[in-house]
């Protein structure tokens, strides 16, 4: 499929601006990258030339003085400056493709790594966001399009630029060393002949690198995303057992996988008969085909030259080796060159789309004020007359909310999907701003706090938390370093305590075995609990749970409640919930219905109005009737 970029092409100045950008972002990231990439380059590609004149002139003199001594030191000086060439190309080179491994290999995800963790979570949470990303790794996997290709074009060029120099240095005495006068072949020392090999070498080249930049350019139009994604998702979907394969047995995919992988193997982005196969076969390949015959004619030209030359007696048969060899090296380092710049000039294209992520601003106010330190704990928070819609959309997810926390209370959020809670919560943790109205945290807008100070006063678990394939303690720390002791007594409070005295290696267990062979899977309800657990040690003045019982049985749930006034102690809660016999044991209850708190006031109360509180209870009153029964309690 062709790529839509291309419709809109940069000009040369803007695809300059876009490539330098890119080349100081390298700098600015890896600084010694340069200085590996210049001695590198410079070392390996000059090396090389250093024995090719010293065997030039070993030949020449065994094909003509034949003076023993200077055969002899000829000999010894090839044999020397080979051994040193050699040995300092493969240590330069070593050392540059070491750098360039342990910085090039992880500068790119280092990049976007520190990009996502700065950025305002309002962009992490829009979907454009995830295509943006999505979109500079696949270029990148797809022809190693954007950041990693101006680096390694930089290398490639300047690895050109010194054979350039190498092979001009000695290539000059070819053009100045003259036919001696009276034989046939004098008209080679006319400066015509000279001036017209340069010009036909100019020439060569030229075209060459323009068949090839042109051949190149069809590969740049198109877009593999879509032919990538198919054949990752089939060709690896019987071998992600843990996600896929109990589907793929018990509904017997296997014969639909594999008629999918055989047709795209025929059909898809990437066979024979795709777009792309047929430009390969057609014009894009007759122009690279092209660019090759042309460079094999010159260097047909270059021997003649040089074979006419030597028959006119203007050096010796050993000359010919060296100018052979460097006219040719030249022809490359120049055609080479040129087809680097020719890349570069497309991939500038793609720089478009890194940048496009790279400057998505940060629009959130961070605030100057530090949130007050209170061993008392007396925080408020109120919204005032607040109403959300989400960036991109004209839906109110919220509209003229007005709720204030009691200070050290319990507050339950309630309503049905869709309502209003989890945008409730995420303005609550300004992870967005309100688009109308006041957050207040004790009278001041919460917009006027540091945001990481303000970011500290909470607790929370999302519902769709995650923890890391990393040791336990780790996890409930969120850190590397953390009180053992204080760790275990979380993990018992939130009700992890005799998993954690079956772990084989307690906190120092690692979960899941993403990178410990010997690493433990555990349980939605167990991930719960340690998330629990997370949010005790944090020890911040509110406490947010999110559904937090919804993977546990229903034994692991009553033993949450029973301990949750524990888990709490004088911190204020807000816990949403759709069990409403959760709600009861919390001092007030706001219900949520089209992004408006419809009511608010204790169960009894609520349960006591006609209203949303009361339809609700009732839809679920004979779940919590029949569990009533079974544990002994009336509702």
Same mark, same amino acid.
């Given at each position: ?39 590198? +380059? =410079? ?5 090389? *030339?250093?024995? $090719?004149?010293?065997?030039? %002139?070993? &030949?020449?003199? #065994?094909? !003509? ?77 797809? +022809? =190693? ?5 101006? *680096?390694?074009? $930089?290398?490639?060029?300047? %690895?050109? &630029?010194?054979? #350039?120099? !190498? ?78 394969? =109990? ?20 059909? !898809? ?78 991939? =500038? ?287």
């Amino acid at each position: 499929m062709r790529e839509e970029r291309n419709q809109e092409r940069l000009s040369r100045k803007e695809a300059a601006a876009n490539t330098w950008r890119a080349v100081k972002i390298w700098r600015k990231a890896a600084p010694e990258l340069f200085l590996s990439m210049v001695v590198g +380059s =410079a070392v390996s590609r000059l090396a090389p *030339y250093v024995p $090719l004149y010293f065997t030039a %002139q070993l &030949i020449n003199e #065994i094909a !003509g003085g034949r003076d023993p001594q200077r055969v002899w030191a000829l000999l010894v000086a090839l044999l020397g400056a080979s051994a040193a060439s050699g040995l300092l190309a493969q240590g330069a080179m070593r050392w540059s493709n070491v750098i360039t491994d342990v910085k090039a290999g992880n500068v790119f995800d280092k990049i976007v790594l520190e990009k996502l963790l700065s950025m305002d979570y309002c962009h992490i949470d829009d979907p454009s966001t995830g295509e943006l990303l999505n979109r500079i790794k696949h270029d990148r996997y797809w +022809s =190693a399009w954007g950041l990693d290709k101006v *680096y390694f074009s $930089l290398r490639y060029m300047l %690895q050109h &630029i010194f054979t #350039i120099l !190498g092979a001009a240095a000695l290539s000059v005495s070819l053009f100045l060393l003259p036919v001696p006068g009276g034989r046939s072949l004098v008209w080679l020392n006319h400066p015509a002949c000279s001036l017209g090999m340069v010009v036909l070498l100019v020439l060569t080249v030229l075209l060459s690198s323009l068949l090839f930049n042109k051949g190149t350019s069809y590969w740049a139009r198109y877009d593999g995303a879509k032919g990538n994604r198919e054949f990752g998702f089939f060709y690896f979907a019987a071998h992600v057992e843990r996600f896929r394969g =109990a589907d793929i047995r018990t509904y017997e995919q296997d014969a639909f996988i594999r008629e999918k992988v055989l047709r795209l193997g025929q059909l !898809g982005d990437f066979a024979p008969k795709s777009e792309i196969g047929r430009d390969a076969r057609g014009e894009m390949g007759l122009y690279i085909a092209a660019s090759e015959a042309v460079s094999r004619a010159f260097t047909g030209v270059i021997y003649l030259y040089v074979g006419l030359k030597d028959l006119g007696g203007a050096f010796g048969i050993g000359s010919v080796t060296q100018y052979v060899g460097a006219l040719a090296g030249l022809a490359s380092g120049v055609s080479g060159l040129l087809k680097e710049l020719g890349g570069l000039r497309e991939n =500038a294209e793609y720089l478009r789309t890194t940048y496009q992520f790279l400057d998505i601003p940060n629009s959130m106010y961070q605030g100057s004020l530090t949130t007050e330190k209170r061993n008392d704990r007396k925080y408020e928070i109120e919204f005032r007359d607040v109403s959300f819609q989400y960036p991109g959309t004209d839906v109110w997810a919220l509209r003229s909310l007005n709720v204030k926390f009691q200070v050290g209370g319990r507050l339950a959020v309630v309503g049905e999907n869709g309502s209003g809670k989890t945008t409730f919560i995420k303005l609550l943790c300004r992870l967005y701003d309100p688009t109308e109205g006041t957050i207040l945290l004790n009278g001041i807008d919460i917009r006027k706090y540091r945001y990481d100070d303000y970011l500290a006063l909470f607790s929370v678990v999302f519902q769709d938390f995650r923890l890391l394939a990393q040791p336990l303690g780790q996890n409930v720390a969120a850190s590397e370093k953390y009180d053992r002791q204080r760790a275990e007594d979380c993990l018992e409070k939130a009700g992890f305590g005799p998993q954690l005295r079956n772990l084989p290696e307690g906190l120092d267990t690692c979960l899941y075995r993403e990178f410990e062979d010997n690493g433990v899977e555990i349980s939605g309800g167990e991930a719960q609990k340690i998330a629990l657990a997370r949010v005790l040690y944090r020890d911040a003045p509110f406490i947010v749970l999110d559904e937090p019982t919804a993977a546990l049985d229903p034994e692991a749930e009553a033993e949450i409640y029973t301990k949750f006034d524990e888990i709490v102690t004088d911190k204020t809660a807000i816990y949403i919930s759709h069990r409403l016999s959760s709600c009861r044991f919390c001092d007030e209850i706001a219900v949520f219905e089209n992004g408006r708190v419809v009511q608010q006031g204790t169960h009894d109360n609520l349960l006591a109005q006609e209203g949303k509180y009361s339809s609700l209870w009732t839809a679920q009153a004979q779940y919590y009737q029949k569990k009533g029964e079974e544990d002994g309690e009336e509702f």
